[in-house]
């Protein structure tokens, strides 16, 4: 009786721990596949927009090739009639290309090209799929998980549209490749126009394939939950295309039912035909063949010595003939290139934070000050960059004893900013401060300290009446914090110094970049 209690209880547990699992497979199952489809949707949304964007670069850069293309037509009818005769016999042209990337038809051929990122996007919706069919008839689950999956349309038309503007940058350079070829040595000023703006086009569009690629916070998160879900990297990674539509994981069985012969069926036909002699015929064919290795190995040996000297000969001469080439096809660039006209304008900013602080006047009238600054720098060139920006005067009193904050107005900037070497940079700017006009520290008042006219009633001259200016040159050096964000130093010599009637032409200022 006791026993049957203790198996009872054991059975009962076992009961209630099975389903208790089931539960929580039955609900992490819709879970995975929200993620999953969460992060489809962002990465097909993410690619949409590269593509908007580098579409529309392309229509320009093509509509800017075909305009120069009349120029240079013109240029070697005018110079070179052979030329320009050649240059009519070639089909492709900038012209043509800019109508076949508007013939969608002529381009859905190109669908079936593979794409690597879409097809990563497929191993998700198959994920996707796989997922919802373990559900089984489980139909308020599956209402729950919300479970559509209307992605291969939309991917098919992602992969379509990526083979087809692939196609169009490939015509673009041969057709920029056969210029080269026909305008060489005729001194033709378009030809380097044209490289530039082929050049900068497809830089700017590999800035803007970075951008989708780096993925958002929900991509993050859910790529992060997906990853410890069983099988998922199989099909985010997965070639599922290989053997014929089975994955890289395919089995023996699958490959058989597939049509491939395999080892095991070989080995069974073997066994059927020689039956018990398949092995001692194994290994005769096993001695025979290595008889026959040790007796080519020593005809071989004494060849190979023969030929090493002859190889070592052949290589001194081969490098002494690379050499040469290297040196004779050094290739220069056609133009300077200018890293930074490849990237979008968002990324050639840079926001930079800054504070200074200066002492109090000596005759009691100008208050210590605090400034706070913030710019916007453009780079022109990975070492050049000008920018403007805005900053705020606030006093804060004659000393330690007389502590009080006070308004004391805003200035508006303009810099350049040339980088050196190891973080250092030459930065020269001017600054106009629009301050309250009755402050008795401003130019004016000291010159005459008596006014003639009493001021008049108006709230914006009293905040923004009185001006200062500066106009400095300076050295700063950049330091780094973290990844995102870099520290400055600049000191600087004010030019204006005693025409402004300050205390002193240095500056200090500390700030940050991002």
Not at 390 to 415: M, P
Not at 460 to 478: E, H, N, S, T
Request: charged share 20%; hydrophobic share 35%; proline share 3%.
């Amino acid at each position: 009786m006791q026993q049957l209690f203790w198996f009872c209880l054991a059975y009962l547990f076992a009961f209630l721990l099975c389903n208790q699992g089931q539960k929580c497979y039955a609900q992490e199952i819709p879970e995975s596949i929200s993620y999953a489809q969460k992060y489809l949707d962002n990465r097909s949304a993410d690619l949409t927009t590269y593509l908007s964007r580098s579409g529309k670069i392309q229509q320009r850069l093509l509509k800017k090739l075909k305009h120069k293309e009349g120029k240079i037509a013109r240029k070697l009818a005018a110079k070179d009639s052979t030329l320009y005769w050649q240059y009519m016999q070639q089909r492709l042209s900038y012209d043509s290309i800019a109508r076949l990337s508007q013939d969608t038809s002529a381009l859905n051929h190109l669908a079936a090209k593979k794409r690597g990122l879409v097809d990563s996007l497929k191993g998700v919706q198959n994920f996707i799929q796989k997922q919802s069919g373990k559900l089984g008839g489980a139909t308020a689950l599956v209402d729950k998980a919300g479970i559509n999956t209307p992605y291969t349309a939309e991917l098919n038309k992602l992969q379509q549209q990526l083979s087809g503007q692939q196609h169009i940058d490939d015509l673009i350079k041969q057709r920029t490749g056969n210029l080269e070829q026909l305008a060489v040595g005729q001194n033709i000023s378009g030809l380097q126009s044209i490289q530039k703006n082929v050049y900068y086009a497809q830089e700017k569009m590999k800035a803007f394939k970075k951008l989708a690629d780096d993925p958002d916070e929900a991509e993050e998160e859910a790529l992060e939950y997906l990853q410890g879900t069983e099988g998922f990297s199989q099909y985010l990674n997965g070639n599922q295309d290989a053997f014929g539509g089975l994955s890289n994981n395919a089995t023996a069985e699958d490959l058989q039912r597939m049509g491939y012969q395999t080892k095991s069926q070989v080995n069974a036909m073997l066994q059927q035909k020689l039956g018990n002699n398949l092995s001692a015929v194994q290994q005769q064919m096993a001695q025979q063949v290595q008889d026959y290795s040790e007796k080519l190995n020593e005809i071989t040996g004494k060849v190979s010595e023969a030929k090493k000297g002859i190889a070592e000969a052949k290589q001194t001469i081969n490098e002494a003939k690379q050499t040469k080439d290297k040196l004779k096809h050094i290739e220069k660039p056609a133009f300077q290139k200018n890293p930074e006209r490849g990237k979008p304008v968002s990324q050639r900013l840079e926001t930079q934070y800054n504070f200074q602080t200066s002492r109090a006047g000596t005759d009691e009238l100008r208050p210590a000050m605090l400034e706070l600054g913030a710019s916007v720098a453009f780079k022109h060139t990975p070492r050049l960059s000008y920018g403007i920006g805005i900053s705020l005067s606030t006093g804060l009193g004659r000393n330690w004893q007389n502590i009080r904050l006070t308004y004391e107005g805003v200035s508006a900037r303009a810099f350049a900013d040339w980088k050196a070497l190891y973080g250092f940079s030459l930065q020269a700017g001017y600054e106009r401060t629009f301050r309250p006009a009755d402050r008795p520290y401003l130019p004016e008042h000291q010159n005459n300290p008596t006014p003639t006219q009493p001021p008049a009633n108006n709230a914006l001259k009293d905040a923004f009446g009185g001006q200062q200016q500066a106009a400095y040159v300076g050295i700063m050096k950049r330091y780094r914090i973290n990844s995102k964000v870099s520290g400055t130093f600049l000191i600087g010599y004010n030019c204006l110094w005693q025409q402004e009637a300050l205390r002193s032409p240095f500056l200090i200022r500390f700030g940050a970049i991002k």
